[in-house]
């Protein structure tokens, strides 16, 4: 099969043929990609970030938002059959550890990360297991839907946990309106009450902001947090979701939280440096967010099917995923990319 492989961190994949996944456990499927999300942690793979977590070996296939057609199952898949078109849950949990029995397949004891610590979906095929499965409803194409199974999960899961704090006449920052920021906006619309700012560097993204649901919109210059602070009344969000993670996202959301505001973490690459007193001072309360589970994907794909969360994507051939990451490098992506091979 054709695949882009990770040869060298810092370098750019090989489009290159290589051998399709065989199945090796009973309850492993083989998924033909329909579409396969470019993402932000696509690129801190490829700068070697998640080397020392996850022991990815080189070379590596990546892509970990996964949607396509079930092509070949294990002798113990008794659910899915060849041809059924599915979301692929981005990890393989074992199902039988506390965390798993919890429901929290991302804290799993014997995690596989298909595109991170495995070989992933910038490829026609890509192994799984049963359990990361999804059915994906009558009409529904994975190309249209792939970016749900890492990004939209992600903005779900902060905003699932963030909606409770928003309650009417609470104000919730969200910062960065690109792949995750886009989802989480109209999750929070539709799980929140609160009245949502959103901060970004791009005017498109800001304005698009205002339609999916944000009540302002802030560009993010030097004038941003004293715009926040006086669309709070001087006094802060509540709650701000941070799906940047640079240090300047981590160190403006100290100066822009309210007393006893939540800062929710899910974008990263940065360090959050705050002096404790100002934590126990504030009561701060900072929480980090990571991916989603099997029912956070289960949920986001009801709300799709209801109309009430939409997905922006551009679609790209797998031969341009070297292209399409140096876009999203440069924040020249709006909504997700999607590869199709
Ligand atoms: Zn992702
Ligand atoms: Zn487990």
């Known amino acids: 099969m054709k695949a882009g492989r990770l040869y060298q961190y810092n370098q750019p994949l090989k489009i290159e043929e290589v051998a399709d996944p065989v199945i090796t456990h009973p309850n492993d499927v083989i998924v033909k990609i329909g579409g396969a999300g470019v993402c932000h942690t696509d690129l801190h793979l490829i700068q070697g970030m998640w080397h020392h977590i996850l022991g990815t070996e080189l070379p590596h296939i990546i892509g970990h938002e996964n949607a396509g057609w079930v092509h070949q199952v294990g002798s113990g898949v008794t659910n899915f059959k060849v041809g059924d078109p599915v979301i692929v849950h981005p990890v393989m949990s074992c199902g039988y550890c506390l965390s798993c029995r919890r429901g929290e397949d991302m804290h799993c004891e014997d995690l596989k990360f298909p595109g991170l610590s495995v070989d992933g979906g910038y490829a026609q095929y890509l192994k799984t297991s049963d359990r990361a499965l999804i059915p994906l409803p009558e009409g529904v194409r994975p190309e249209e839907v792939a970016p749900y199974a890492d990004a939209g999960i992600t903005a779900y899961r902060a905003v699932r946990k963030a909606a409770p704090l928003a309650r009417p006449g609470t104000k919730a920052l969200m910062i960065g309106m690109g792949g995750l920021g886009h989802i989480g906006i109209q999750v929070m619309r539709e799980l929140g009450n609160a009245d949502i700012i959103t901060l970004d560097i791009d005017k498109g993204r800001l304005d ?3 339609d999916l649901g944000a009540a302002h919109a802030v560009v993010a210059n030097d004038q941003a947090i004293s715009q926040v602070k006086s669309l709070t009344n001087e006094k802060g969000a509540d709650i701000i979701i941070d799906f940047v993670g640079t ?9 822009m939280l309210r007393k006893g505001g939540h800062y929710f973490v899910v974008g990263y690459g940065g360090t959050v440096n705050v002096p404790s007193i100002n934590i126990i001072n504030n009561e701060f309360n900072i929480i980090g967010s990571l991916v989603g589970n099997y029912s956070d994907l289960y ?12 997905l922006h994507t551009s679609k790209y051939s797998l031969d341009e995923a070297n292209d399409v990451l140096r876009k999203l490098e440069e924040g020249k992506i709006n909504g997700r990319a999607v590869l199709v091979p």
């Open 299 to 310: 949920e986001l794909m009801q709300l799709n099917a209801r109309g009430k969360v939409k």
């Open 247 to 255: 240090d300047r996202t981590h160190a403006d959301s100290m100066q």
């Open 208 to 210: 698009m902001s205002l």
